[in-house]
């Protein structure tokens, strides 16, 4: 039986980096037009702006907003997926891994959603890490009907005429918007003790409150496409014994994902919503979560293919090393922007929608130059090294000392 350890940098599979790389550029954007801005806290709808603004705002929305989220959950489905492989190949034992890495994702979350920032997903990926063992011993039928079944489902009962306030009113007493602006008022504050208390309530009304009855079976549903993806070793190779599927992903995704686009902007606009019943609420929701799913497969798709050609596979290549420390690029995410619009930092208002996307491309630009010179010298980046370290239970190699990069 041999020692299990991290993978190696001869062992990744640049795809994937290149993947977890342009899903954290998505988590940016999104994360800093929306939240981090405090955006969804503004009293009453926003100003239209100009043109370059709106069409910053249709960009979000229709191009990153929830794809980016989804590409990250089907990455970590994939990641467990070959965990388990590598284990069975090396004839390990990974449970005790697995769990040790699922209870120090949580505390490193809970330690990120106090002392940063609410919008943390690490968490809530860890709570719902734990229900991916119920498929271990499944068929990947199963697994997919499973997962389609938990974007369904949720969005069934949510159709229930005000079950979003009978659900969320099972652990808050209030309603969700109370809650946001009590938020708003101490992070524009600075008051670190109030901060570290709203966010832990914020945290707790999205995870926690009526969110669980959607937010974690989503989670779930997309761990467990990409632990599909992952049994079936789709990314073997970079993908390249895979291409006929690939190239099935981009074309389907983009078939499937076109018409949940028209009827978003559709909704948006008010030309079809609840006014229109029930019934066509719920089919609207369903199709624009299909159409997310279409959506991400075709971005997947592009990737794969594009990454078969040198001069793409070189151009692309400069998103790995944000891919290979995600955690880390994620947390000083965090500590960037709550640094310009908390009290404790710049207390920046919330800037137009441009202003957001132009911010959150030089923030990148600048995490992508500092992920390439860190990787020059560290195997991993720092949040990844204290991670593995505490699941390895002992202190991981850090130096690259000589190793091929």
């Known amino acids: 039986m041999g020692e299990l350890a991290p993978v190696t940098?001869?062992?990744?599979?640049?795809?994937?980096?290149?993947?977890?790389?342009?899903?954290?550029?998505?988590?940016?954007l999104a994360n800093l037009y929306e939240l981090y801005s405090l955006r969804f806290a503004l009293d009453g709808p926003e100003p239209p702006g100009g043109v370059l603004d709106r069409l910053a705002s249709s960009f979000i929305m229709v191009v990153v907003a929830s794809k980016a989220q989804t590409l990250l959950t089907f990455l970590f489905g994939f990641g467990f997926a070959a965990q388990l492989l590598r284990a069975e190949a090396r004839g390990d034992h990974v449970m005790p891994i697995y769990l040790r890495r699922l209870i120090a994702l949580l505390v490193i979350g809970w330690l990120h959603v106090l002392l940063l920032s609410w919008v943390d997903v690490t968490w809530g990926y860890a709570l719902t890490g734990f229900f991916l063992l119920l498929f271990l011993r499944s068929s990947n039928r199963t697994r997919v009907i499973a997962a389609f079944a938990l974007t369904i489902v949720p969005l069934v009962i949510y159709a229930i005429p005000d079950a979003w306030r009978i659900l969320n009113g099972i652990l808050f007493d209030r309603p969700r918007d109370a809650y946001i602006h009590e938020y708003a008022a101490a992070a524009r504050s600075g008051d670190r003790f109030a901060i570290m208390h709203h966010h832990a309530v914020l945290a707790a009304l999205w995870t926690l409150g009526g969110a669980v009855f959607w937010y974690l079976p989503w989670l779930l549903g997309r761990f467990l496409l990409g632990y599909v993806a992952g049994a079936q070793r789709w990314f073997d190779r970079e993908g390249a014994d895979h291409l006929p599927l690939f190239r099935k992903l981009f074309g389907y995704g983009a078939l499937v994902a076109l018409p949940p686009i028209v009827l978003g902007v559709l909704a948006q606009t008010g030309v079809v919503g609840r006014q229109h019943g029930i019934a066509v609420s719920l089919i609207v929701a369903i199709l624009r979560q299909l159409g997310l799913l279409g959506q991400v497969a075709m971005y997947v798709g592009i990737v794969v293919i594009l990454m078969q050609r040198a001069t793409w596979r070189r151009l692309l290549g400069i998103l790995a090393p944000v891919g290979r420390?995600?955690?880390?690029?994620?947390?000083?995410?965090?500590?960037?922007?709550?640094?310009?619009?908390?009290?404790?930092?710049?207390?920046?208002?919330?800037?137009?929608?441009?202003?957001c996307i132009g911010l959150a491309l030089a923030i990148f630009a600048v995490q992508i130059a500092a992920s390439h010179l860190w990787l020059r010298w560290f195997r991993f980046g720092p949040a990844e090294w204290v991670w593995r370290s505490v699941v390895y239970w002992r202190r991981q190699p850090m130096r690259v000392a000589g190793e091929q990069r």
């Open 9 to 28: 940098p001869r062992e990744r599979i640049a795809t994937l980096d290149v993947l977890r790389g342009f899903a954290m550029l998505g988590v940016l």
């Open 325 to 355: 420390m995600p955690l880390t690029t994620y947390l000083i995410q965090s500590l960037i922007c709550t640094s310009l619009f908390y009290g404790w930092g710049l207390a920046w208002s919330t800037p137009p929608p441009a202003t």
